[in-house]
């Protein structure tokens, strides 16, 4: 049997990129809006700094614009609060993204809840959950979004799909099961109390990984030629005694049955920063009462 097609994510997060730095281009020209997106970082996380650095540089490379607060680690609820505040009436911005984990004095749900929904580029407020179960349009999470852009690059119509979601978090989980839904795709979703799990995951045609167990889901588990999404991203000893990354499904074993299938690195890491920006542009539109390419 041949290998299975590798979906590239980085080309395709490049692809999503130049369509958003288009749309921005056209909403500067024919609106005369310039699209932008603040994130809010609390505290010294080493990853979260990561990402927010490069979601500022990808965020003014589409020629959107960026403001980063870097607020310290003892800032307290009602000041995170009051800058939410402050962002959500300032017509300028278009996106607010407060990056997770916050400090543990402070209430993510409360912080989160407190965006405007129309602002809400993460997708992680409640109306926003609603409008996306409902079909109505809402800004949808990135990661479930990025997913199903590169499920849709091997095979644009998943019309009538078994599709498999093993994981049922509301940042990946539920929301991918909601746009596979959308997609007209039959849905099953799995979790850590699912029995026989290995033979739900053997009859989809479409398998979305989202459970943060290195390396769970086996190749004796895939069916022949299904498309293969790892969300996964875990950090293990490797051999030589450092740590490498790792997804929620075992690659080499997978990619020897599956038509196509998502590596990590290199997959969807970087569909969900693509898909921050496509969400900003979105989320402008909808502000100034104009179409958008993205919903
Ligand atoms: N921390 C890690 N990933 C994310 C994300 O997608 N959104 C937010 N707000 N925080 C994160």
């Known amino acids: 049997m041949a290998e299975a097609q590798i979906i590239d994510g980085k080309k395709i997060a490049g692809d999503v990129r130049a369509e958003v730095a288009k749309e921005v281009a056209r909403l500067i020209a024919e609106h005369g809006v310039k699209p932008g997106l603040a994130v809010v970082l609390v505290g010294e996380d080493p990853a979260s ?69 129309d602002k809400d580029v993460d997708g992680f407020h409640p109306v926003n959950v609603g ?10 999470p990135c990661t479930p979004t990025g997913s199903i852009i590169l499920a849709k690059s091997v095979k644009p119509n998943l019309s009538g799909m078994d599709a498999v979601v093993i994981g049922r978090s ?8 909601a746009l596979l839904l959308r997609e007209n795709c039959t849905v099953t979703i799995a979790h850590s109390r699912t029995k026989n799990i290995e033979d739900i995951v053997k009859c989809a045609d479409l398998v979305i990984a989202a459970v943060g167990i290195p390396e769970m889901v086996k190749g004796s588990w895939i069916r022949p030629g299904a498309i293969v999404i790892d969300v996964g991203i875990n950090r293990v000893p490797s051999e030589n005694g450092k740590t490498k990354l790792v997804g929620d499904v075992a690659y080499d074993e997978c990619a020897k049955v599956a038509g196509a299938i998502t590596p990590v690195p290199g997959g969807v890491g970087p569909m969900t920063i693509a ?18 390419v993205f919903a």
């Open 131 to 140: 409008r996306l179960w409902v079909g109505e349009r809402a800004l949808v």
């Open 49 to 117: 700094k990561v990402y927010v650095k490069n979601k500022a540089q990808q965020t003014v490379e589409v020629g959107m614009k960026s403001w980063e607060y870097k607020l310290p680690a003892e800032t307290s609820e009602a000041d995170v609060l009051a800058l939410v505040n402050k962002l959500n009436n300032d017509a300028a911005c278009h996106g607010i993204l407060v990056q997770l984990p916050l400090p543990k004095h402070i209430n993510s749900e409360k912080v989160l809840n407190s965006i405007h929904p």
């Open 275 to 292: 898909c921050l920006l496509r969400n900003a542009a979105q989320a402008a539109a909808m502000q100034i009462g104009a179409k958008s």
């Open 170 to 177: 509301n940042i990946v989980g539920k929301p991918v099961a």
